[in-house]
């Protein structure tokens, strides 16, 4: 073959051509290579083909037969067409229905051989017989079989699109396979595919596509076969194998050596009104022996909501305010920026220590004094990466929320210094394979305690039906003399809509709660106009604080003791255990009231009793994790990591404890890949336009 897999258009392999091409390109493969790792979405067992006499309700089952009829039947009123399959193997008849899909009548004609596959129900007309509604399907006589790929063996289901037939990809599918599997070379070191008695790529490579038929099919399924196994492996190899090679570049890197006698974090802490609690004052030890090395810090704190990761992350920046360097501070928001700024500018009320706000509404100011020096820490949000901003000596860089930012971002904040520390901070929590993922650059600490007198917040699920009752309770919190928020879900990502939704949810609880004072807060206003309704509700003028999920994070009201949040089913669990931690930061029982609609999704049900049932973060984000899986987690994740279509952080934790051991073995002992050339490369593509990422060093 003239050119390597990854170069090689699908169009040149036998029987594709330009048209087809166009139609795979539209599922992401465009090369041979793209192909082979498009994995079936299910296998099915056409080995034994089955009777239709012998089907059972409410499995998932295939059968064949003839085609016996095919007709178009529009209901009542013509509200509805629905096409109507009926198919034969001579035991017994099963009809196939597909609902306002008129166009389905001209695929198919009497006498068809088809296949179907779907959830055989009763048929709901005549109260016995086989219906299967919306089922995938096959017509046999549309080509002849190639090696008979399409019965008589496990058959790989691949999604399609329109244009090519389940039949027709499957058809594709194995010429390309063909095509390829001479020209595969297998990249991984001889020594990690014995230690972990892997197959080679080749067989892997065909087994996940046309499997062998002594592979059980539950084990294909659920992709537990020794074949799916190996190309997770390589997978999270390869990922791993670029976090250790960034690990490796920082830790080679030469940096900073903050070596101070801690006069100013001794100044703030007297100012202090509480304890640190042991877990803040390890992790600072942890920072501070960091900050002394001659390597650049690249650390992680994890915490959870109201650990004190702010108060942790403050003693780093005066560390390196002393040593006579810069700080910054890069928040994902304006008010948990300026949340951040106010906290920490009172704390160093009385110091030498100069601080400056820098968000995009405020993008032009002071920006001279940060180039020249005068200003020693730099609070802000995306602004702080913008060109024009420039410092005069950065040495340490703190990310809060560092998830919803990405690699590259933190790498352009790192470049306004020379090799500067940087402390990564999450109240988000991640489950550890996740952050393996994640974070697997970064060194680890967890803030793993809360402060002694914090009380759990009770949480309670109520139907929308129960309006009364939630209303009722609150108004029984405020007589107490507590206050409370109030969060509407942003709607559509629109901000009008949340605007207005906020807006009539304000008027309909001043309406119910008359002898109380309601206010409202939201992004859209301005800065002066949000920070005089934050104040009075700190103060104690306003009662109960409406608001859009700005409140999400960076408020902290002791005597709020309850948090409503409605329609509770349109937020994900971390967001709502973001939220409840607005409350229970007083000496006050606190609860958080999820208002939900009446009739939920499965999914959103175990989502609102998990918040109910759990209060522990970790805790929180592993059932998210069981609940949501690691592709919706993922729509989180860092920009800059390449995209796995493979592996399944969930199912596969121990292939990727095992695989992150073995690439930064690999990586300390051959850090360029001299030894290993072929591996090398597939390691460049895998990260392919992401590959700036081994220069942020």
Not at 169 to 198: G, T
Not at 458 to 483: C, M, N, P, S
Not at 642 to 671: G, H, N, W, Y
């Amino acid at each position: 073959m003239s050119r390597p897999l990854h170069e090689y258009s699908v169009q040149y392999v036998k029987g594709i051509g330009p048209q087809r091409a166009k139609l795979l390109a539209r599922l992401g493969i465009k090369t041979v290579y793209d192909a082979l790792y498009y994995l079936p979405i299910r296998y099915e067992d056409r080995r034994v083909q089955k009777k239709i006499a012998e089907l059972r309700y409410d499995t998932f089952q295939s059968v064949f037969g003839k085609v016996v009829s095919a007709e178009l039947i529009e209901t009542p009123r013509g509200k509805m067409k629905i096409f109507e399959l009926v198919v034969s193997d001579g035991t017994g008849v099963v009809t196939a229905k597909w609902f306002n899909q008129p166009y389905m009548k001209r695929m198919f004609k009497k006498g068809d051989e088809v296949f179907l596959s779907g959830v055989v129900k009763r048929n709901r007309y005549w109260g016995v017989g086989f219906e299967i509604v919306n089922p995938d399907y096959e017509i046999a006589s549309e080509d002849n079989d190639i090696e008979n790929i399409h019965s008589h063996r496990i058959v790989p289901v691949y999604r399609c699109t329109a244009g090519l037939t389940a039949r027709s990809m499957r058809k594709i599918m194995y010429q390309i396979i063909q095509f390829a599997l001479p020209e595969i070379k297998d990249y991984m070191p001889e020594e990690i595919i014995k230690r972990h008695r892997l197959p080679a790529l080749y067989e892997a490579i065909q087994n996940v596509h046309f499997p062998d038929g002594d592979i059980p099919l539950d084990d294909l399924n659920e992709r537990r076969s020794i074949y799916h196994r190996r190309l997770a492996f390589d997978e999270l190899f390869l990922l791993q194998c670029g976090l250790a090679v960034m690990k490796k570049g920082v830790q080679q890197a030469r940096g900073i050596q903050f070596k101070t006698e801690g006069q100013l974090w001794d100044a703030v802490l007297k100012r202090l009104s509480f304890e640190l609690t042991g877990a803040q004052k390890r992790v600072i030890e942890e920072i501070y022996s960091d900050m002394e090395k001659p390597v650049p810090m690249n650390r992680l704190i994890q915490g959870d909501v109201g650990s004190g990761k702010t108060i942790v992350a403050l003693s780093a920046m005066l560390k390196a305010v002393e040593a006579g360097y810069q700080a910054a501070l890069m928040a994902p928001t304006e008010i948990l920026a300026e949340q951040h700024y106010y906290n920490i500018k009172n704390l160093l009320d009385g110091t030498d220590v100069s601080i400056e706000l820098l968000t995009g509404s405020k993008r032009d100011r002071r920006t001279d004094e940060i180039a020249s020096g005068k200003v020693d820490i730099v609070i802000g949000t995306h602004a702080l990466i913008q060109e024009a901003v420039e410092f005069k000596a950065l040495g340490l860089v703190v990310i809060d929320e560092q998830h919803r930012f990405g690699v590259m971002q933190r790498a352009m904040l790192r470049r306004k210094g020379f090799n500067p520390d940087v402390l990564v901070m999450t109240a988000t929590p991640i489950p550890r394979t996740l952050s393996l993922t994640l974070y697997g650059d970064l060194d680890y600490s967890v803030i793993d305690e809360l402060p002694p007198d914090r009380r759990p917040v009770i949480t309670k699920v109520y139907r929308h039906d129960q309006k009364a009752l939630l209303i009722k309770f609150l108004k029984g919190e405020l007589k107490k003399g507590r206050q409370a928020y109030v969060v509407f879900p942003l709607i559509e990502e629109s901000e009008k809509l949340s605007l207005k939704a906020a807006v009539t949810g304000r008027d309909e609880l001043q309406l119910l709660l008359p002898e109380f004072r309601v206010g409202l807060i939201h992004g859209r206003m301005k800065q002066q106009e949000k920070e005089q309704i934050m104040r009075d509700f700190k103060t104690g003028k306003i009662d109960v604080l409406v608001s859009t999920t700005v409140i999400e994070v960076g408020v902290d009201v002791p005597n709020a003791t309850v948090m409503v949040v409605f329609h509770a089913e349109r937020f994900g669990l971390s967001q709502l255990h973001q939220l409840r931690g607005r409350v229970g930061r007083g000496k006050h029982q606190s609860y958080c009231m999820l208002l939900a609609e009446n009739r939920l999704t499965e999914e959103a049900r175990k989502r609102l009793y998990c918040m109910a049932k759990y209060t522990d973060g970790f805790r929180i984000a592993e059932e998210d994790f069981k609940i949501r899986g690691p592709g919706e987690l993922f729509g989180t994740r860092q920009s800059g990591m390449p995209d796995l279509r493979v592996s399944d952080l969930l199912r596969d934790a121990k292939v990727l404890s095992a695989a992150r051991e073995d690439a930064f073995r690999l990586i300390e002992k051959d850090p360029e890949l001299r030894k290993y050339p072929l591996l090398k490369g597939v390691l460049e593509r895998f990260w392919k336009d992401k590959i700036e990422i081994f220069k942020t060093s």
